[in-house]
């Protein structure tokens, strides 16, 4: 498995100096690799969201659609 998962940062694909496995620990395989997130990357994204528009600009709403969440998983 040779793929890296990345972090999404400001509509891009973003890696990092270091990379993780996951080892499947019954037989050792590498079952994923990922970019590891440390300081630069969380200021990135935090900058990236903090200059993003707001996608509902009436808070009334996103209140109302973020309590009927817990409804939609019954």
Same mark, same amino acid.
Do not use: Y
């Given at each position: 498995?040779?793929?890296?998962?990345?972090?999404?940062?400001?509509?891009?694909?973003?890696? &990092?100096?270091?990379? &993780?496995e996951s080892i499947n620990?019954?037989t050792g395989a590498v079952?994923g690799r990922w970019a590891?997130?440390?300081? !630069?990357?969380?200021?990135? !994204?935090?900058? +990236?969201?903090? !200059? !993003?528009?707001?996608?509902?600009?009436?808070?009334?709403?996103?209140?109302?659609?973020?309590? &009927?969440?817990? +409804?939609?998983?019954?």
């Open positions: 498995m040779s793929e890296i998962a990345k972090h999404w940062i400001d509509g891009e694909w973003v890696g &990092s100096g270091t990379v &993780s620990p019954a079952l590891d997130g440390g300081e !630069a990357e969380a200021r990135a !994204a935090t900058s +990236a969201a903090c !200059a !993003a528009p707001l996608a509902i600009a009436d808070f009334q709403e996103a209140k109302t659609v973020v309590h &009927s969440i817990p +409804a939609l998983q019954d």
